[in-house]
Nanobody, 123 residues
Framework: QVQLVESGGGLVQAGGSLRLSCAAS????????MGWFRQAPEKGREFVAA????????NYGDSVKGRFTISRDNAKNTVYLQMNSLKPEDTAVYSC????????????????WGQGTQVTVSS
């Protein structure tokens, strides 16, 4: 399994933007479907976005469609989440996750997880 480390979280005002990064160790990263998830206080984990091995397929949660964009750079073993038009309800711990030969349509099966990075959106 790959090891994942997120970065890029922070405090931003509503309407602003942030870009999260998830750096992976391991030689098989390019064969991993990767995704982002978030968990707000006292709420369950929510699927945010996923991207296929080569980046040709993506999937988004309904609450972020049109505002967030997932991408990856396999040469850098990194997946990104560009977050625009942020809202206070986007406040959460954001974690990246992946699965070897996984699918963007079954993110619940992802089994390699990072520790997460905090995103706080002020009103």
């Amino acid at each position: 399994q790959v090891q994942l480390v997120e970065s890029g979280g922070g405090l931003v005002q509503a309407g602003g933007s942030l870009r999260l990064s998830c750096a992976a160790s391991g030689r098989s990263f390019s064969s991993y479907a990767m995704g982002w998830f978030r968990q707000a206080p006292e709420k369950g984990r929510e699927f945010v976005a996923a991207i296929g091995w080569r980046g040709g397929s993506t999937n988004y949660g309904d609450s972020v469609k049109g505002r967030f964009t997932i991408s990856r750079d396999n040469a850098k073993n990194t997946v990104y989440l560009q977050m625009n038009s942020l809202k206070p309800e986007d406040t959460a711990v954001y974690s990246c996750a992946g699965r070897l030969f996984g699918s963007v349509f079954t993110p619940n099966e992802y089994n390699s997880w990072g520790q997460g990075t905090q995103v706080t959106v002020s009103s």
